[in-house]
Structures are given as structure tokens and as C-alpha cells.
């Protein structure tokens, strides 16, 4: 007789939600997720009177008040299973919005380090959305939400002298595990399906998102250009648009609160 588990699932992400002993009535409207702690702390200090929701391995969520409204953040993670589990616990506590904040290697050679992409929708290259979706599905971002980030980022660079220069970009990110296996091969095949930027999370965050009905946008600070070569890991207009991302996500829950 075959060994078969006693139940459908061995962990949820409802599990995780009473692991951590989150409830919905504890988050926030709207979560804004980067990827390291540090620039989760950024958020936090941004946020009148943050309560710490839990901390769990890596990962701490903090719930505030910005402008009146109820935020969230939690460093979210830098890969797409890490993603998984935190994406799937703020699902799970039914937050509303989420917005993503993060970075990103560039796939054209006009798109420059320092300048910001807001993502339309993700080409599966991670091991995690396969366990999600059929190969035929596309992570796509929110259309409303997109499009009021987009403009909030347009107007935030408008009104920043130390961003001068820097551009919006819109359109596909290629999300892959294996930054070390970003070849001409590989790379190429996502430039041939649309990609200009490459990141390791969009995929399983926007999936999941999807998967719970939950609408989710993406703004990501370009760190270094794939095509070029160029390394913008230690250039301050990578810093400069690392702190430009928090400040337009927070703009636009500002806007859509009408504040």
C-alpha cells in the first residue's frame, strides 16, 4: 500500500498566519513589502506608533499608522521561496493592497542604474509558482494599482532635484532563482519574451497574490544593467532610488486614502 499523507496539505499559509498568532484584525489596509530588513526598518521608522505583529525566523512585521491609515511591512524576503511563506501569511491575515518595493538588474542598455520599473507582469523562472499555476499562467499586477503607481512615481521624480534624470520604466520582469546562471542563454530567452528587468521575487509574489484575489503592485530601484555589465550595487543613485521607492509607495497610499 502506498504511504499517503493524512491531510491535503502538510502547512498552509493559514497554519503560519495562527503559528505566528497573527489575526486580520492586527495588520494593516495596505502592506508595503520590500525585501531586507533594512529597508523594512526604513518603513517602520516612517510609521506612527509601529507594534511589532511578530518575528519569525528572519522576518519581523510591524502594523502603523501613516497618514491615518493602518500599514503594514515586513521584510518580505530577497528569493521566491522565502517570498512564498511571507506573501502567503499576509494573504492569509487578509490584507487589502499590497505594494512590493524592490530591486533589480536592468534588461536593456537605456534603462540605467538609479532609474525605477514598475511591472506589468513576471515571466516565470523561480522553483516556487510551478507548485501554484499551469505553465500557461501569467503573474500580472493589478491594472488600477499599477497605473496609480506608475503616475505617483512620474510625479515623484518630477519633484526630486537628486533624482534628476532618472526614468520610469514599465513592463515584464523575468523572476529566476539562479542570479549566478544569468547567462547570454538564458538572459536572452527573457529579453525574446518581453523581460527588461530580471529580479528574483516578482513571480511567486504577484502569483500568490492572484491566487487569493488580492491586489499587488511592484516598483523596483535598478541596481546593475545585465546587458551592459554595469555593477550599481555602491552607486549612490541606486541608494537615492532605494529610498525614492519607499517614499512613492507611501505616496500612493496617501493618494488613495485621498489624503
Given at each position: 500500500m502506498a504511504t499517503q499523507m493524512k491531510k491535503e496539505a502538510h502547512m498552509t499559509g493559514k497554519d503560519l498566519m495562527g503559528m505566528?498568532?497573527?489575526?486580520?484584525?492586527?495588520?494593516?489596509?495596505?502592506?508595503?513589502?520590500?525585501?531586507?530588513?533594512?529597508?523594512?526598518?526604513?518603513?517602520?521608522?516612517?510609521?506612527?506608533?509601529?507594534?511589532?505583529?511578530?518575528?519569525?525566523?528572519?522576518?519581523?512585521?510591524?502594523?502603523?499608522d501613516f497618514a491615518g491609515t493602518r500599514l503594514t511591512t515586513i521584510n518580505g524576503g530577497r528569493f521566491a521561496a522565502d517570498t512564498a511563506i511571507t506573501t502567503e501569511i499576509m494573504c492569509n491575515a487578509q490584507i487589502?493592497?499590497?505594494?512590493?518595493?524592490?530591486?533589480?538588474?536592468?534588461?536593456?542598455?537605456?534603462?540605467?542604474?538609479?532609474?525605477?520599473?514598475v511591472i506589468?507582469?513576471?515571466?516565470?523562472?523561480?522553483?516556487?509558482?510551478?507548485?501554484?499555476?499551469?505553465?500557461?499562467?501569467?503573474?500580472?499586477?493589478?491594472?488600477?494599482?499599477?497605473?496609480?503607481?506608475?503616475?505617483?512615481?512620474?510625479?515623484?521624480?518630477?519633484?526630486?532635484?537628486?533624482?534628476?534624470?532618472?526614468?520610469?520604466?514599465?513592463?515584464?520582469?523575468?523572476?529566476?532563482?539562479a542570479i549566478l546562471r544569468e547567462t547570454r542563454e538564458h538572459v536572452g530567452k527573457a529579453v525574446d519574451q518581453g523581460a527588461i528587468a530580471v529580479d528574483m521575487v516578482t513571480s511567486a509574489f504577484l502569483t500568490i497574490c492572484q491566487q487569493y484575489k488580492i491586489p499587488a503592485a511592484v516598483i523596483m530601484a535598478v541596481s546593475d544593467n545585465v546587458i551592459t555589465g554595469e555593477m550599481g550595487f555602491m552607486n549612490t543613485d541606486y541608494y537615492m532610488a532605494e529610498g525614492a521607492i519607499i517614499d512613492i509607495a507611501l505616496n500612493l497610499v496617501k493618494k488613495r486614502e485621498g489624503k
Amino acid at each position: 500500500m502506498a504511504t499517503q499523507m493524512k491531510k491535503e496539505a502538510h502547512m498552509t499559509g493559514k497554519d503560519l498566519m495562527g503559528m505566528v498568532q497573527l489575526t486580520p484584525e492586527a495588520v494593516g489596509k495596505y502592506a508595503i513589502v520590500p525585501g531586507p530588513r533594512e529597508r523594512a526598518d526604513a518603513i517602520v521608522a516612517k510609521l506612527t506608533n509601529p507594534v511589532k505583529n511578530f518575528t519569525f525566523m528572519e522576518y519581523t512585521m510591524h502594523t502603523g499608522d501613516f497618514a491615518g491609515t493602518r500599514l503594514t511591512t515586513i521584510n518580505g524576503g530577497r528569493f521566491a521561496a522565502d517570498t512564498a511563506i511571507t506573501t502567503e501569511i499576509m494573504c492569509n491575515a487578509q490584507i487589502q493592497t499590497m505594494i512590493r518595493v524592490g530591486s533589480c538588474g536592468a534588461l536593456r542598455e537605456d534603462i540605467k542604474v538609479g532609474d525605477l520599473v514598475v511591472i506589468s507582469t513576471a515571466i516565470k523562472g523561480d522553483g516556487v509558482t510551478q507548485y501554484y499555476v499551469d505553465d500557461s499562467f501569467v503573474p500580472t499586477a493589478d491594472a488600477a494599482l499599477t497605473q496609480e503607481l506608475k503616475q505617483v512615481a512620474q510625479e515623484y521624480l518630477l519633484k526630486s532635484p537628486m533624482l534628476s534624470g532618472k526614468t520610469v520604466h514599465y513592463g515584464p520582469c523575468w523572476t529566476t532563482d539562479a542570479i549566478l546562471r544569468e547567462t547570454r542563454e538564458h538572459v536572452g530567452k527573457a529579453v525574446d519574451q518581453g523581460a527588461i528587468a530580471v529580479d528574483m521575487v516578482t513571480s511567486a509574489f504577484l502569483t500568490i497574490c492572484q491566487q487569493y484575489k488580492i491586489p499587488a503592485a511592484v516598483i523596483m530601484a535598478v541596481s546593475d544593467n545585465v546587458i551592459t555589465g554595469e555593477m550599481g550595487f555602491m552607486n549612490t543613485d541606486y541608494y537615492m532610488a532605494e529610498g525614492a521607492i519607499i517614499d512613492i509607495a507611501l505616496n500612493l497610499v496617501k493618494k488613495r486614502e485621498g489624503k
